[in-house]
């Protein structure tokens, strides 16, 4: 073998190490390689605790306030990290893939349409819409759901209804309760459910796609029946769905 071919060899080693090291780290860092900017409109407890994790994730992380100059948005901002911002909660859409309304129900229609076009863009909805009755029951307060008023208001973005059915701690740590969480997803668009799925499975949830827009108000409803039980002195409960290792018998109507 000649000194040159030696030579030829080792830089070929060389190269073959490099390239598999290259494919390792790009391999155990799938985030980054799908990185999102998302906005979180609000600056409650839910985009309090998602932010820090999404950023954790390697998402850009902007979040929409009416005011966000004020003292607590700027420390959220700071805590966050991963060169987060907080503008005002339409230009924070703008710059988007992924938009968040984390605002009160009551609310949510008129932030989803001051926050200007939303076509293309995926609209996660974790909004719970509730009035509280005489008897200190949750309600539901509309016919059809928030996430289809939402779709309806502008109809070329990508709704998703998820992440309504937990609570705050879980959503800042979803191995608080020692079992796995459910997510329930709907939405119309096949992609930007999966995407959302994705992004629930990276945050350390189980994600099930139920179907589309239409059964919102049913996944919905779970949060009241979660909501009365804790509220009214039940239990307090996080769904799980457990797989079926084999199929269902048909019913027969
Ligand atoms: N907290 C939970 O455990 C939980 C769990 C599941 C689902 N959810 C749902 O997630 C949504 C967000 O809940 P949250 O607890 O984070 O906070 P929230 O009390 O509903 O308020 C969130 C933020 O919305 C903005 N906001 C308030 N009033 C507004 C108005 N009139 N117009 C425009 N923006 C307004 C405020 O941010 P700026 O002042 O910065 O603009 C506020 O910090 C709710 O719809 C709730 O049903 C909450």
């Not at 003292?71 to 805590?79: F, T, Y």
């Not at 759901?145 to 939402?150: D, L, T």
């Amino acid at each position: 073998m000649t000194a040159r071919t030696i030579a030829e060899d080792f830089l070929m080693s060389v190269c073959r190490c490099f390239t598999l090291i290259a494919l390792l780290v790009w391999s155990v860092l799938p985030n980054l390689s799908q990185a999102e900017t998302i906005a979180l409109i609000g600056t409650g407890d839910v985009s309090r605790a998602f932010g820090p994790r999404f950023a954790e994730l390697g998402h850009e992380v902007v979040y929409g306030s009416r005011t966000p100059e004020r003292d607590d948005v700027r420390e959220m901002v700071q805590a966050t990290g991963g060169g987060a911002s907080a503008e005002l909660p339409a230009d924070a859409a703008a710059q988007a893939d992924i938009v968040m309304l984390n605002v009160p129900w009551s609310v949510a229609e008129e932030v989803a349409l001051g926050l200007g076009d939303l076509s293309g863009k995926i609209v996660i909805d974790p909004i719970n819409p509730r009035v509280v009755g005489e008897d200190g029951y949750r309600d539901y307060p509309t016919y059809t759901s928030n996430a289809e008023r939402i779709q309806n208001l502008a109809p070329r973005a990508f709704v998703v209804k998820a992440f309504n059915t937990i609570s705050a701690d879980t959503m800042i740590d979803p191995d608080v309760l020692g079992h796995p969480v459910t997510i329930p997803v709907v939405g119309n668009d096949a992609a930007a459910k999966e995407t959302v799925i994705g992004l629930a499975e990276a945050l350390g949830y189980e994600a099930v796609d139920v179907g589309p827009v239409r059964y919102a108000h049913i996944v919905e409803g779970l949060y009241l029946l979660r909501s009365n039980t804790r509220d009214l002195g039940g239990d307090h409960f996080e769904y799980h769905f457990r797989r079926r290792e084999t199929a269902a018998p048909q019913t027969i109507q």
